[in-house]
């Protein structure tokens, strides 16, 4: 099982600019970290370059994608069918039960996230939860359809701790819980199904927390 620790940045040093996020998490020496587990190579062996860095000021989650891919496709709005696209995926278990949430988010910053304890039934956040997620992608806001060219491109995202909407969490600082990141495209002309932490299951499938690995906020 894999482990990353995420830095605890003050609240104030976060840039109101999401854009200059980048630069920040450079300047306090946070590392990019691959999504390069390719379970499923054998019938989807398209792996793109996909990596991410965390931190975190307490109250908020700050995550950096950064991918170098084939083609790009941002078709959904938000709460749509954001896994279509060039997607990044942050799975997580916040708490001691056995709820997870999946916080899915297209290149073109349009999201969905969802919780339950399966991949079935799975409750929907509100938009008025999905406008508390600050994001920004250095492709823009826009919708697009297939872009059949190489690009490289940048996501960031602040998820607060009440995107938790089932749970009551006020502070992450020296919490341990465990989680997954991923990469996926299912509409993309190579459709590609990558992970953080190894997923042992025939067929392409995220929604699988015993393979979550452990994300260590610090202090």
């Given amino acids: 099982m894999k482990k990353i620790s995420a830095k605890h940045i003050l609240s104030p040093k976060l840039p109101e600019q999401l854009q200059d996020v980048p630069a920040l998490l450079d300047a306090e020496g946070v590392a990019f970290t691959a999504i390069d587990t390719n379970n499923w190579a054998a019938g989807f062996p398209y792996t793109p370059k996909v990596e991410f860095r965390i931190a975190h000021t307490g109250q908020s989650i700050v995550l950096n994608y950064r991918v170098t891919e084939d083609s790009v496709r941002a078709v959904a709005a938000d709460d749509g069918n954001v896994w279509e696209d060039s997607c990044c995926e942050f799975f997580s278990v916040p708490a001691g039960d056995d709820l997870y949430y999946n916080i899915e ?109 452990e994300v260590e906020f610090e202090r």
């Fill in 105 to 213: 988010c297209n290149c073109a910053g349009h999201m969905l996230i969802g919780c339950g304890p399966e991949r079935e039934n799975r409750e929907r956040a509100t938009q008025q939860v999905l406008d508390t997620v600050r994001r920004w992608s250095s492709l823009g806001c826009q919708p697009f359809k297939e872009k059949d060219a190489p690009a490289v491109w940048q996501l960031v995202l602040v998820v607060p701790v009440s995107a938790f909407y089932n749970h009551h969490i006020t502070d992450l600082s020296g919490k341990t819980i465990r989680a997954n990141f991923y990469k996926c495209g299912d509409k993309l002309r190579k459709v590609h199904f990558l992970s953080w932490n190894p997923i042992d299951v025939p067929s392409p499938d995220f929604h699988c927390p015993k393979f979550f690995g």
